[in-house]
């Protein structure tokens, strides 16, 4: 399965993520709540492995809410420390599907873990993203709008896939170079702006309503407008 591990703690990061590629899995890990809230909502995993309390202003229990509240129903395990029962009830209500209490067994871990894994998926994965009258198809590829086929390139289909899984939400700059260009530092171009530019062209071009638009120092949005 492909996982996304949630956990700030360095050490019980490593221990977990060691031991699921051991088991044949492959693991993304994020080590706070913002950025694993970005992650899980812009990619498909089979499995989130979550510690409760996270910086970042995100922490477990959102996270999961926020996902839940999207539609994602992707199955959800919850580490923590916090092992009364109200607080294993909170997690669970949240939308998570399991609960394990540190310190734990790695053994314990994996069966759970597998076990979640064999669980029928409820919902299938959503294959086209819509915002206003824009429509963009995920496994043919393409993109219309007002049944209209505009033809974008594919490292603009990837920004304008970004954003739109993210619809009414701002998205950074540096979000952009991470997940659309793969760049984890600033390269210090324009290259963003350029592909937004030449994007927001294609899309809004002979449309009364505009859906792209900047917002001052912080990125970009895709909204339709009230």
């Known amino acids: ?5 949630v956990e700030d703690d360095a050490e019980v990061a490593r221990f977990v993520k060691k031991g699921l590629q051991e088991a044949g899995h ?3 890990h994020a080590t706070n709540g913002r950025d694993g809230l970005f992650l899980a909502a812009s990619e498909q995993f089979d499995m989130l492995v979550l510690d409760r309390m996270l910086p970042g202003g995100v922490d477990g229990v959102r996270l999961v809410e ?9 199955p959800v395990l919850f580490l923590s420390a916090l092992s009364a029962v109200d607080e294993r009830v909170k997690g669970l209500k949240a939308g998570g599907d399991d609960y394990l209490t540190k ?5 314990e871990l994996l069966a759970r873990v597998e076990a979640l ?7 299938a994965p959503a ?9 963009l198809d995920l496994l043919s590829r393409t993109v219309t709008r007002n049944a209209k086929r505009i033809d974008v390139q594919p490292r603009e289909f ?4 970004h954003l739109m899984r993210h619809a009414g939400q701002v998205v950074t700059r540096t979000m952009l170079l991470e997940k659309v260009w793969d760049y984890h530092f600033d ?3 324009n290259v963003i702006d350029v592909h937004v530019s030449r994007l927001r062209q294609k899309l809004d071009k002979g449309f009364d309503k505009p859906l792209i638009h900047t917002v001052r120092n912080a990125g970009y949005m895709i909204r339709a407008e009230p």
Do not use: C, H, I, Y
């Not at 399965?1 to 591990?5: A, C, D, E």
């Not at 294959?127 to 429509?135: C, F, G, I, S």
């Not at 990837?158 to 896939?161: A, C, F, P, T």
């Open 1 to 5: 399965m492909r996982m996304l591990l």
């Open 26 to 28: 492959t693991v993304e």
């Open 66 to 74: 926020t996902l839940r509240s999207q539609g994602n129903r992707t």
């Open 103 to 107: 310190p734990f067994a790695f053994a």
């Open 117 to 123: 894994g064999r669980r029928p998926s409820v919902d």
């Open 127 to 135: 294959t086209k993203l819509r915002v206003a009258d824009l429509e």
């Open 158 to 161: 990837r920004l304008l896939e």
């Open 187 to 189: 390269p210090q171009t």
